[in-house]
Each structure stands twice: as C-alpha cells, then as structure tokens.
C-alpha cells in the first residue's frame, strides 16, 4: 500500500488509518497470513457468511468499471447495493459503499475502533483489516446484493473467504503486481481463476491470449461451474453509435455506456453478462439503459475542467500495459475523429513497468512531460523516470514541478489539443483534486 490509503481529512481517522499503514506487510502473499485473518472474522461473528448474494470480482484491468457498470444497473432497478473497491481516489471511505451511500465518517470511525480492538495480538495487514471492517459493515446494513472486488489476485486474496457466491467475474489479464503473482499471463490468471466456485458461474471478459482462456476453461472443468466467456457466450460491441449485447442467441440494443473509451464496452458487456446469470435478480432493458446513461467511476478517462479556451483536459487512472493500451485506442480514436495532438503527463510508481505502460502510448502523443505523484515516497521522481527512459533509447521527457505546471508547460505550446494525466490511480486521485478546486 502506498501513503495516499492512509490519509483522511478528519485527524483523528487519518490517526488510526496511518496506524494500520504500519501494519505487517511484505514482497509476498503466502497462506501464513490466515489463521490470524480467519480470527479476527471469527471474533467479529464471521461477517462474511452473514452478506446478501456476493458478485466476486479479480481481473487487472477493468475491475472497478464493471463493478461500477454493474451498481448502475442494479441500482436503476431498484435494487439496494453493497460495493467494496480499491484503492481509492480521495478518501478512505469510497471503499466502502452501503446500500448505495458512501460509508460516513462516524460509522467508519467507530467500526475502526471495534475491528482494531478485536484484533488486539494478530499480526494482520491493513487489507485484511479494512475488509473485515467492510464485511461487518455490509452485516449490518440491508442490502439486496454485494459487489466484491479482490484487492490482489484472487486466490490467496483475503476477499476470497465467501464460500458460494452468487457468480464470479474475472475481467482482462495482463501484467501487473508481478511480484506478487508470477511474470506470465498463465500464472497471474492461475492466481485470478482462484476466486472460482463449484457449481457458481463464472463470468469472463474478452482475453486476448487463448493460453488464458484455458486456464478458465480448465479450472472450470475441475469444478463443474458455468463459464460464460466474452467472445463466446456473450458479445458486446458498438454499432452506429449504440452498444449491441448478445448472450444465449438474443441480442438487445442500449445506449453506449457513460464511461468514456472503447475498452468500456467490454466492460458494460461484461456487467450485462454477469446480471443475466442472477436468476432472482429482474434487470429490465429500460433499467440496463438507465443504468448504462449513469455510470458513476471517477478517474477514469475523466474530462476535467479546460485549462484554456480549446484545450481538453482528461485523467486516466491507468498504470499498467493493458491500461496503455485502452488508453493508445481512445487516443487514435480522437485523432481520427479531429486530428488534435495529444500530450501526456506522467506519473508512476516504482512497482510498475514504465516502459511497458508507455510503449503503447508514445506513437499517439506529441509530448510527454513526468512529474512527481505529490506525497509518495514510492514514486518514480522526474528525474528517475527520465533516466528508465532514456536507457531505453526514448527521448527523456522534461520535467514539471507538478500537475498544474506541467499542463500551463504543455498549453503554452499549441495549437490547441488534448492533455491526458495518466500513469497512477494516485496521480489521477490527486488530478481530480486539484482541479475541482477551480
């Protein structure tokens, strides 16, 4: 985890979330981490097996649009919505939504006080912890269903104790966390594929490489579950401005989703596909198109305020190869559209690939300029970055002290374009904030 998890703008929340911070962590995940874990659910009354249905969702990218695509839906239906995310943009607390609100400060606090209490004597990790303060809070309020997403792979994630979910989802590998989950696409979807359930279906995005289709198709074998797979069970494309789904042999036509970019069209086919597996769930095609008009998932190729007449501002929480590569679509997609240049600004952390993230990129935009994600000690300074670049034969990029610098360096430039803020959740968390100060 990095700072930014651990700050709040109530003091004494950003005390006891610092004090997590500095909690048992480490380069890897083994099952060492469980006995301890599995108490503390025992000792708060083992709220994960009290929750309303639990979609259960792993992937690298994509993840959180689903979930988000997903709550959008549900929630036009009339549905009340537990969600669990991560990390999050600006507070500790858009984690945690209960039944469509955002938990409040004094709930969080007090459900703080409670879980660190219990857990007095076990070595746990901040993760660990603030789910089991999610699963107590879901306990406890009414819902009608619970989108839970991995905080890191899948099957030794500590999300991964609901015994029978209602379905799984698994949306598009690629590479990231590495260290954690193996260096080829196989071991990271083995890891992925570890949320699977006997008998519960298991919903996957469009893959890009056959050999990860076959480790679902494998694992689902082995437990006999229901694989409904993108590309193959179920479609969803764009066509003459409007989204076509397919699944079974019927197809139904909606509105594009709100979420900017052509990867969000899987994404949203993804989600349609997972709430047609709910069989106690109604989801009507006006609630679907409903739902996909108000798809709520900031930081996500976001368009901000313009710095400058005829400029566009966006931000992309986008860190890794497959998240360059979503983002190189959007791009070539303006560039057909108007031929406006692009030009990045960048910030990343050290753990991630930075050439792999801007090998897709590099031929779209005109100018790249690196800047510092502002309180993280794990970032790649400017002057870092520019020299993993400049080994790589790329020209460096000049620096910018920080955000706002770098788009005026950029706007000064002209003529009028396009300016993406990419490479961090954090960096776009941190983007979002500094210009909704306008």
């Known amino acids: 985890m990095y700072a930014a998890d651990a700050r709040h703008d109530r003091p004494s929340l950003q005390d006891k979330l610092q004090h997590l911070y500095t909690l048992r962590s480490g380069p890897s995940i083994d099952l060492t981490i469980r006995p301890d874990y599995y108490e503390l659910l025992s000792r708060l009354g083992n709220p994960h097996q009290k929750l309303s249905p639990v979609i259960h969702v792993a992937g690298t990218n994509g993840k959180g649009s689903t979930i988000a695509t997903m709550r959008a839906i549900l929630e036009a239906a009339g549905y009340r919505v537990h969600v669990y995310t991560s990390p999050h943009l600006h507070r500790f607390n858009e984690r945690i939504v209960l039944a469509g609100q955002e938990i409040n400060d004094d709930a969080l606090e007090a459900l703080l006080d409670e879980v660190t209490g219990l857990a007095a004597g076990l070595k746990l990790t901040f993760f660990e912890i603030t789910t089991a303060l999610c699963f107590t809070a879901f306990s406890r309020t009414q819902a009608d269903i619970v989108l839970l997403e991995t905080g890191l792979g899948g099957r030794l994630d500590c999300t991964n104790v609901i015994e029978k979910p209602a379905a799984t989802v698994i949306t598009a590998i690629g590479f990231d966390h590495m260290e954690f989950l193996g260096d080829t696409l196989v071991k990271i979807a083995s890891e992925k594929a570890g949320i699977m359930k006997e008998s519960v279906p298991c919903v996957i995005s469009p893959q890009t490489d056959p050999a990860v289709e076959a480790v679902f198709a494998n694992r689902a074998s082995e437990l006999q579950c229901p694989l409904v797979r993108g590309g193959h069970e179920w479609?969803?494309?764009?066509?003459?401005?409007?989204?076509?789904?397919?699944?079974?042999?019927?197809?139904?036509?909606?509105?594009?989703?709100?979420?900017?970019?052509?990867?969000?069209?899987?994404?949203?086919?993804?989600?349609?596909?997972?709430?047609?597996?709910?069989?106690?769930?109604?989801?009507?095609?006006?609630?679907?198109?409903?739902?996909?008009?108000?798809?709520?998932?900031?930081?996500?190729?976001?368009?901000?305020?313009?710095?400058?007449?005829?400029?566009?501002?966006?931000?992309?929480?986008?860190?890794?190869?497959?998240?360059?590569?979503?983002?190189?679509?959007?791009?070539?997609?303006?560039?057909?559209?108007?031929?406006?240049?692009?030009?990045?600004?960048?910030?990343?952390?050290?753990?991630?690939?930075?050439?792999?993230?801007?090998?897709?990129?590099?031929?779209?935009?005109?100018?790249?300029?690196?800047?510092?994600?502002?309180?993280?000690?794990?970032?790649?300074?400017?002057?870092?970055?520019?020299?993993?670049?400049?080994?790589?034969?790329?020209?460096?990029?000049?620096?910018?002290?920080?955000?706002?610098?770098?788009?005026?360096?950029?706007?000064?430039?002209?003529?009028?374009?396009?300016?993406?803020i990419a490479g961090s959740l954090y960096l776009a968390g941190q983007s979002l904030a500094l210009f909704d100060e306008k």
């Open 235 to 420: 479609i969803s494309k764009r066509q003459d401005g409007r989204m076509i789904f397919g699944i079974d042999g019927k197809g139904v036509t909606l509105p594009l989703p709100s979420l900017a970019g052509p990867h969000q069209i899987s994404n949203a086919g993804t989600a349609l596909a997972c709430l047609e597996t709910l069989p106690d769930f109604e989801i009507s095609e006006e609630a679907a198109a409903d739902g996909l008009r108000h798809i709520h998932w900031p930081g996500r190729l976001q368009r901000l305020p313009d710095p400058a007449s005829g400029w566009e501002l966006w931000v992309d929480g986008a860190h890794n190869e497959n998240g360059a590569q979503a983002l190189a679509a959007q791009l070539m997609q303006w560039q057909g559209q108007d031929g406006k240049q692009a030009y990045l600004v960048l910030g990343i952390m050290q753990r991630k690939d930075a050439v792999a993230f801007l090998k897709p990129l590099v031929s779209h935009v005109a100018g790249i300029i690196a800047v510092p994600i502002a309180g993280e000690s794990l970032a790649h300074t400017p002057e870092t970055l520019a020299s993993v670049l400049r080994d790589t034969g790329w020209e460096a990029p000049p620096f910018a002290a920080d955000i706002r610098q770098a788009v005026q360096e950029v706007v000064k430039r002209g003529p009028q374009g396009r300016i993406l």
